[in-house]
């Protein structure tokens, strides 16, 4: 039913880090005005995002149009330091007749955890002009990932090459308190990508034939560990 979708990291100048991204070898597609998307061929993607701290009081009229569970997530991106911060979940199925479908998701985790917010309307601009909308839930329980519909028009390209080898998203480790792992549990019991565990809440990715450059910045060194095989 869901899969993993992408994984945000939150940054301080999004202009300085798409620099540093590309800097260390990565293809850098710009979203918005304050965020920026490295693409794969196949499986999750990766987001950068700035927020400033300012937004945070934005989370009260959030929470009260969207839900608590809303204004809750929104604080947290908004206080969040450098670093990975958040996973997204995302349909399995592509369904053309209706790209932003998440009305039986949505039943399905407000069942599973109590709280989850109401279905919130959002769009960017497109890479190439135009604008592309989407839609999203937060749950009740902050730990969990959030959940996203695809994106319409689709945004992933056909070919992606990175010039520092990245080829995909090897992995994903979330570890997050027990409660929060068995609600995960029952709301994606496998992914080909995502791994829990049980702990304090954390996030790490791993890159399949990613190998850092001369000029690759220690951020973007600390961000991820990469797999073994050539």
């Known amino acids: 039913m869901l899969r993993c979708s992408h994984i945000l990291c939150k940054v301080r100048r999004i202009d300085d880090c798409v620099r540093d991204l ?4 990565f293809s850098v597609q710009r979203g918005g005005a304050h965020n920026a998307l490295v693409w794969f061929e196949q499986g999750p993607f990766l987001e950068f995002f700035a927020l400033p701290g300012w937004c945070r009081p934005l ?3 959030f929470g009260l149009r969207f839900g608590r569970s809303a204004g809750r997530r929104l604080a947290f991106w908004a206080g969040a330091g450098e670093g990975w ?3 997204a979940l995302e349909p399995r199925g592509y369904r053309p007749d209706d790209p932003l479908h998440l ?4 039943r399905r985790l407000r069942a599973l955890a109590p709280g989850a917010s109401r279905i919130i309307n959002g769009s960017r601009n497109c890479a190439g002009g135009g604008r592309v909308r989407y839609r999203f839930i937060t ?5 969990l990932p ?3 519909s695809h994106y319409h028009p689709p945004q992933r390209p056909e070919r992606v090459r990175h010039a520092n080898g990245a080829r995909s998203v090897a992995r994903v480790d979330l570890r997050l308190p027990a409660a929060a792992h068995a609600a995960l549990g029952q709301l994606l019991p496998e992914d080909t990508w995502l791994k829990a565990h049980i702990g304090e809440r954390s996030l790490g990715v791993t890159l399949a034939g990613w190998r850092t450059l001369p000029q690759t ?5 600390r961000l991820f560990s990469t797999t073994q095989e050539p």
């Not at 910045?217 to 060194?221: G, K, L, P």
């Open 217 to 221: 910045s220690r951020f973007i060194r």
């Open 139 to 143: 749950a009740g329980e902050r730990q």
């Open 146 to 148: 959030f959940i996203v």
């Open 103 to 106: 009305d039986d998701i949505h």
């Open 85 to 87: 911060c958040d996973v």
């Open 22 to 25: 590309e800097l260390a070898g």
């Open 59 to 61: 989370s009260l009229p």
